[in-house]
């Protein structure tokens, strides 16, 4: 995950964009004028969609982001325009063309739920002038890009010749195309790195009716040869993603709690290519896909799904390596704030944790029982040495650090230099500060950040003192 923290590929979009529009409200009651809802309008947003919404994805990301498209010359083209520069995508292959209009769809939402979409926009294929100016822009900025993401949303942009020419320019650099597909004709497609059709889509275009692993086979061997594909991919929901190359891989999602899936195809696509940019192998790239997929369907509306948001996700699950579980006081403070923002309870506890041993997971486990997450706070080898003299610890800080945040009741841990956690407690605030029942009627260090103290009982005959001593006895 430090690898793609620190990775800011250039990325080229190019596909159909629109404003994605939303009306929020409540419903309480029905029209006195026809059997229908009325909503009371509280609140009102517009976020960029379509191929916008793999730009938005991106950008959360932390790619650097370049976008090429047709607008129609209104209203609604000018705030496109000024939302992606706004933030900071590079607009030089946008295109204006008149009489067409620029595309805006507008969703009405009441209890979290979405009642009623309505939508302004140009369907028909742009027009041959415009094809140029696009292949024009691409071919000129073509060196600066590590990954062309082509977003058909069918609403005109990704003409024939449009994806044919741009799959062609960027094959003479070696430069790889990824392409949302739409409709049942791929053949335009032809020559790309690979495609992201859902099952649905998949089906559709080869004939072939996914019901099962030989017939996902099948179509992924059909996407693959008539499509020309170095791989194809089929995506499968909460399955998760389906690969071939050579044979088919397939890489399971985690289910969770879904609200709304739009824009999650978008979500795919843009992750795969931000960790193929990054020196991602397509394994990882898949996998890296599905986690940010599990964060965007997790909120309303078209979602994006940061670096911190998937680290936290593959947190949860226990999938990341301890490394991503240690963090220093600026980073923890970054966590924080984002359990904080989803109502989760915080549970905190430290120690030195020199040789760990059962009473230690136990303690943790029950540490973590009170609450979503539990961040340790271990004692620097120094600070140990300073309470448990001059031979402590037997296992250096990192390694301690490391067994720590490979436990699954562990979430995060951050190293210490001071005598006390004093200073850690205060930056975390959490709900809840968990102790050892030997600090029963004593003074508890932080007390005074925590919504509440908790004693919990060490297992008797179980401590790093009753291990050292058994191993220095040992005849062994």
Same mark, same amino acid.
């Given at each position: 995950?430090?690898? !793609?923290?620190?990775?800011?590929?250039?990325?080229?979009?190019?596909?159909?964009?629109?404003?994605?529009?939303?009306?929020?409200?409540?419903?309480?009651?029905?029209?006195?004028?026809?059997?229908?809802?009325? @909503?009371?309008?509280?609140?009102?947003?517009? %976020?960029?969609?379509?191929?916008?919404? %793999?730009?938005?994805?991106?950008?959360? !990301?932390?790619?650097? @982001?370049?976008?090429?498209?047709?607008?129609?010359?209104?209203?609604?083209?000018?705030?496109? *325009?000024?939302?992606?520069?706004? #933030?900071?995508?590079?607009?030089?292959?946008?295109?204006?063309?008149?009489?067409?209009?620029?595309?805006?769809?507008?969703?009405?939402?009441?209890?979290?739920?979405?009642? !009623?979409?309505? /939508?302004?926009? $140009?369907?028909?294929?742009?027009?041959?002038?415009?094809?140029?100016?696009?292949?024009?822009?691409?071919?000129?900025?073509?060196?600066?890009?590590?990954?062309?993401?082509?977003?058909?949303?069918?609403?005109? %942009?990704?003409?024939?010749?449009?994806?044919?020419?741009? #799959?062609?320019?960027?094959?003479?650099?070696?430069?790889?195309?990824?392409?949302?597909?739409?409709?049942?004709?791929?053949?335009?497609?032809?020559?790309?790195?690979?495609?992201?059709?859902?099952?649905?889509?998949?089906?559709?275009?080869?004939?072939?009716? #996914?019901?099962?692993?030989?017939?996902?086979?099948?179509?992924?061997?059909?996407?693959?040869?008539?499509?020309?594909?170095?791989?194809?991919?089929?995506?499968?929901?909460?399955?998760?993603?389906?690969?071939?190359?050579?044979?088919?891989?397939?890489?399971? &999602?985690?289910?969770?709690?879904?609200? /709304?899936?739009?824009?999650? +195809?978008?979500?795919?696509?843009?992750?795969?290519?931000?960790?193929?940019?990054?020196?991602?192998? #397509?394994?990882?790239?898949?996998?890296?896909?599905?986690? =940010?997929? =599990?964060?965007?369907?997790?909120?309303?509306?078209?979602?994006?799904?940061?670096?911190?948001?998937?680290?936290?996700?593959?947190?949860?699950?226990?999938?990341? &390596? $301890?490394?991503?579980?240690?963090?220093?006081?600026?980073?923890?403070?970054?966590?924080?704030?984002?359990?904080?923002?989803?109502?989760?309870?915080? @549970?905190?506890?430290?120690?030195?944790?020199?040789?760990?041993?059962? +009473?230690?997971?136990?303690?943790?486990?029950?540490?973590?029982?009170? +609450? /979503?997450?539990?961040?340790?706070?271990?004692?620097?080898? /120094?600070?140990?040495?300073?309470?448990?003299?001059? *031979?402590?610890?037997?296992?250096?800080?990192?390694?301690?650090?490391?067994?720590?945040?490979?436990?699954?009741?562990?979430?995060?841990? @951050?190293?210490?230099?001071?005598?006390?956690?004093?200073?850690?407690?205060?930056?975390? =605030?959490?709900?809840?500060?968990?102790? +050892?029942?030997?600090?029963?009627?004593?003074?508890?260090?932080?007390?005074?950040?925590?919504?509440?103290?908790?004693?919990?009982?060490?297992?008797?005959?179980?401590? &790093?003192?009753? &291990?050292?001593?058994?191993?220095?006895?040992?005849?062994?």
């Amino acid at each position: 995950m430090q690898t !793609l923290k620190q990775a800011r590929p250039n990325i080229l979009v190019v596909g159909d964009l629109m404003i994605d529009h939303y009306l929020w409200g409540a419903t309480e009651r029905i029209s006195p004028e026809a059997p229908v809802q009325v @909503v009371d309008i509280t609140k009102e947003t517009t %976020v960029l969609g379509g191929a916008g919404n %793999v730009v938005n994805n991106l950008m959360a !990301l932390g790619a650097t @982001v370049s976008v090429a498209s047709v607008i129609g010359d209104d209203s609604i083209g000018r705030e496109m *325009t000024m939302m992606l520069k706004g #933030i900071g995508v590079k607009t030089e292959g946008l295109i204006t063309q008149a009489q067409r209009q620029s595309s805006k769809k507008s969703r009405i939402i009441a209890s979290n739920q979405q009642i !009623l979409r309505y /939508d302004k926009e $140009s369907k028909e294929p742009i027009e041959d002038d415009s094809v140029a100016k696009i292949l024009k822009a691409v071919e000129k900025d073509l060196f600066l890009y590590e990954m062309i993401i082509l977003s058909d949303y069918g609403k005109g %942009v990704i003409t024939e010749v449009l994806a044919q020419g741009i #799959i062609t320019l960027a094959r003479s650099m070696g430069k790889k195309v990824l392409v949302d597909p739409k409709g049942l004709d791929y053949s335009k497609y032809r020559g790309a790195h690979l495609l992201t059709p859902n099952k649905k889509e998949a089906s559709e275009a080869t004939g072939i009716s #996914i019901k099962d692993d030989a017939s996902l086979q099948a179509a992924l061997i059909w996407l693959k040869e008539e499509c020309g594909l170095e791989r194809s991919m089929i995506t499968l929901s909460e399955d998760g993603i389906a690969i071939f190359e050579h044979s088919v891989k397939k890489f399971p &999602t985690v289910a969770q709690e879904v609200f /709304d899936v739009t824009g999650a +195809g978008d979500t795919v696509i843009a992750s795969i290519a931000f960790a193929l940019s990054a020196g991602k192998s #397509i394994e990882e790239a898949a996998k890296f896909a599905n986690h =940010a997929s =599990a964060v965007v369907v997790g909120k309303i509306g078209s979602a994006t799904a940061t670096i911190d948001e998937i680290e936290m996700y593959e947190s949860r699950l226990h999938q990341s &390596t $301890s490394d991503a579980h240690i963090k220093s006081f600026e980073a923890i403070e970054a966590v924080v704030k984002r359990a904080r923002s989803s109502k989760r309870r915080i @549970v905190f506890t430290n120690g030195c944790f020199d040789i760990l041993h059962v +009473g230690h997971v136990k303690y943790l486990q029950k540490a973590k029982s009170f +609450g /979503d997450i539990l961040i340790v706070g271990l004692n620097s080898d /120094d600070s140990v040495r300073r309470l448990k003299g001059p *031979t402590r610890p037997v296992n250096v800080a990192h390694d301690r650090a490391y067994i720590l945040a490979a436990l699954e009741a562990v979430d995060y841990v @951050v190293p210490f230099t001071e005598d006390t956690p004093h200073d850690l407690i205060k930056l975390i =605030a959490p709900d809840i500060l968990v102790k +050892g029942g030997d600090y029963e009627g004593k003074k508890v260090v932080g007390t005074e950040f925590a919504k509440e103290l908790r004693l919990v009982d060490f297992v008797d005959g179980k401590s &790093t003192t009753k &291990t050292i001593e058994k191993i220095q006895g040992s005849t062994c």
